[in-house]
């Protein structure tokens, strides 16, 4: 069991960013402007953007990249199932690296609740 809390994680970096926001207004400014008008839904929804995230975070070995975007995969209801398909998808372009980081995901969702929809199967 691995000893890292994405909440701990998570909560570490918005206080960091808060400072960097203070201290780099308009990049952070610019920043925010970029994520927001990304995740915007669109051909893509809410959850297929962040999805996507999550896959790059999870082969780009990123723990914060994981715990935003867990939780806000968690807050927009995101099925297991897609879940689990975008961490194959992560880990068959990663490799190896990318399994460690795929598994740390799962512990993500467990961790901020497994609010997951349930699949068309389990309904």
């Not at 008008?37 to 962040?50: N, R, T, V």
């Not at 975070?57 to 879940?83: P, S």
């Not at 880990?91 to 699949?119: K, N």
């Amino acid at each position: 069991m691995s000893s890292k809390s994405f909440v701990e994680i998570t909560q570490d970096l918005n206080r960091a960013i808060a400072t960097i926001r203070a201290a780099a207004p308009g990049t952070m400014g610019g920043f925010s402007a970029m994520a927001k008008a990304a995740l915007e839904p669109g051909a893509l929804s809410a959850i297929d953007k962040e999805l996507i995230a999550l896959a790059i975070g999870v082969a780009g070995h990123c723990d914060g990249c994981i715990g935003f975007h867990v939780k806000a995969l968690v807050r927009l209801g995101v099925e297991r199932e897609k879940f689990i398909e975008t961490l194959a998808v992560a880990v068959y372009m990663g490799g190896g690296p990318s399994l460690m980081y795929a598994a740390e995901a799962v512990r993500a969702l467990e961790e901020f609740g497994e609010a997951c929809q349930p699949t068309a199967s389990e309904v």
